[in-house]
């Protein structure tokens, strides 16, 4: 019931459509049985005239006997209900979509504020799941279970109403199996399909979670020789989900089949009732409409299913987004240059590791400093530049930005004053200056040109076929990894900061880039800056070398 109040919250705003939505969605199914009612009332008025005149004899353009009137009437009502349809659909999925691109946009800001120290932990395939898959499904009671709910009531008690002017016993009759195929019927279809639907979920994660798993260790898949063995398994694995999705289809029939026959025999019954309650002569429109008073009730019969589906997503999602944020989000801005660093005694472990990456950890930096730091690989060197840029609170210790300490500090704060230049630079399905840009909308094309000229990439990027404006395909990129690095350069230049970090910035360059990338920060860069690297001729432009060891630095030159 939490989820449902939860998941009703945020549509507060938007509950107006919703009203509208409903009013519209009882035009449509309501006006769909009065068509079909004035229809078979024609019919019979008309099955009266030929009786009564003689077929050869009757004129109906000049035969005041005849109900032209119900013709109109239809036509109205045709027109009101196709209205009503159009609103249901539209302001109903309007709502859903609005909704869940809320939703969307919390899951990106929880990312954001949980970083990688509450992520590390995350099924990679069930983060992308509840972006996509598990946020569609709650679409699920925003659009096809709010307002059918309202539709059904109201659509349900007008049917009862216009049964009861005609005769009590068979308006109790047709609420009765009504409900019995709105409440009943669905739990024999959902014993069936819930098992299959289930199977075919876990299929479909499992072949999610391995293509994922073979695309990260394609290289090391190559490199022993198993792609034969991980394509025969990822073809058992697509079996399996082709089999599961085969099962789901003829449960899915079956049910269909089962929907049917119930109807059939319900109309059976109302027949036998109707014939006993009203003659063989009166009324007869309202015996041949009682099939199309179930079709409202259709669109909820895979309801508990469905909303089981959906509401599982909504408790998955608010888990995710109600999760505790380990990084302390500051409330001080710190605003002005970043001048000092200062850390002292540092201890940090990964969450997910007992054994401490760092331990008496200690660093003093002035504004023109530049620092390297080697060691060995994976004994935490990158470690320090994730915890300047809070992507994971540290244990014990302090570390000072300015004199004030950083977890006091705001986290756009700390992104204002710090450029980080990974290994691999990140790039987007954007265009190149978007890519370069990041949103930082106040910078001219003429600049950028400057920045791209400086780093010697100018004439690189005019040769694109439509220079700044060309698409980026992130695993087709159409520079060289020396430029890759150069075009990651140009966003710290753009993006101006007090701190830059370069973590492994030359790991994958050859000496020309080497040069150009190092002679740039060195004349032009002002501020802080620290190297991250195994490769001591990084460190060129350095005035102090530490060596990292045993969690802690050692003066290597300074």
């Known amino acids: 019931m939490d989820t449902f109040k939860r998941l009703f919250s945020y549509s507060k705003n938007l509950r107006l459509k919703l009203l509208w939505s409903l009013l519209g969605a009882f035009f449509n199914a309501f006006g769909h049985v ?32 005849f109900p032209w009137w119900k013709f109109y009437l239809i036509f109205v009502i045709a027109i009101l209900t196709g209205i009503g349809n159009a609103i249901e659909h539209y302001l109903g999925h309007d709502v859903a979509f609005q909704v869940l691109a809320d939703f969307r946009i ?33 679409e699920v009671f925003y659009a096809h279970t709010i307002v059918p709910i309202g539709r059904v009531i109201t659509f349900a008690i007008s049917i009862l109403i216009m ?29 069936k399909l819930e098992e299959s639907t289930i199977a075919s979920s876990n299929a479909k994660n499992k072949l999610n979670s391995t293509l994922i798993e073979y695309a990260k260790g394609k290289d ?6 198993k792609v034969d063995a991980s394509l025969t398994n990822l073809e058992k694995i697509q079996t399996e989900v082709e089999i599961s999705t085969a099962d789901k289809a003829n449960a899915q029939k079956t049910s269909v089949d089962l929907s049917t026959n119930y109807i059939y025999f319900t109309f059976i019954l109302f027949s036998i009732i109707f014939f006993w309650r009203l003659g063989f002569a009166n009324n007869l429109a309202y015996l041949f409409i009682f099939p199309f008073c179930f079709e409202p009730y259709k ?10 589906t959906g509401i599982d997503a909504a408790k998955r999602l608010f888990a995710f ?85 950083l977890n006091d500090l705001k986290l756009t704060c700390i992104r204002d004053n710090i450029n980080y230049m990974p290994q691999k630079a990140d790039f987007f399905s954007a265009t190149l200056r978007e890519n370069i840009l990041l949103e930082k909308e106040d910078i001219s094309d003429n600049y950028i040109w400057q920045i791209l000229d400086k780093l010697d990439l100018s004439n690189r990027v005019s040769r694109l076929p ?12 159409p520079f060289s990894a020396g430029e890759k690095q ?17 973590d492994e910035p030359l790991s994958n360059l050859d000496a020309v880039n080497e040069n150009i990338i190092l002679d740039y920060i060195a004349k032009e860069y002002e501020g802080m800056v620290i190297i991250i690297s195994h490769r001591k001729e990084a460190f060129s432009i350095c005035n102090s070398i530490y060596k990292l060891e045993n969690g802690s630095l050692i003066t290597a030159r300074g």
Do not use: C
């Open 299 to 308: 669109s909820l019969s895979n309801l508990p299913m469905t909303l089981s």
């Open 34 to 65: 009065l068509i079909f009612y004035y229809a078979f009332n024609i019919i019979f008025d008309l099955k009266d005239l030929i009786l009564s005149q003689g077929a050869t004899e009757l004129n109906l353009f000049n035969n005041s006997m």
């Open 486 to 502: 150069r075009l990651d350069l140009a966003r710290v230049l753009i993006h101006p900061a007090d701190l830059l970090i370069l």
């Open 163 to 191: 049964y009861w002017q005609l005769d009590w016993v068979l308006a109790i009759f047709i609420t009765i199996f009504s409900l019995m195929y709105l409440f009943i019927f669905p739990r024999f279809k959902k014993a």
């Open 106 to 138: 919390l899951v990106y800001e929880k990312i954001r504020d949980l970083g990688p120290a509450s992520l590390d932990g995350h099924d990679k395939a069930s983060l992308l799941k509840l972006m996509s898959q598990d946020i569609d499904h709650i």
């Open 321 to 405: 987004v109600d999760q505790e944020v380990l990084i302390e989000k500051g409330t001080i801005d710190g605003k002005g240059s970043l001048d000092k660093i200062e850390i002292n005694n540092l201890e940090f472990t990964y969450p997910s590791r007992s054994k401490k990456v760092l331990h008496d950890f200690n660093l003093f930096m002035n504004s023109s400093d530049r620092i390297g730091i080697y060691g060995a690989s994976g004994i935490g060197k990158s470690t320090l530049a994730k915890i300047l840029m809070k992507w994971y609170p540290y244990e014990n210790g302090s570390i000072k930005f300015n004199d004030i300490e």
């Open 220 to 225: 090391t898949i190559i490199q022993l020789g």
């Open 466 to 477: 439509k220079g700044l404006d060309t698409i980026m395909v992130p695993d087709n990129m």
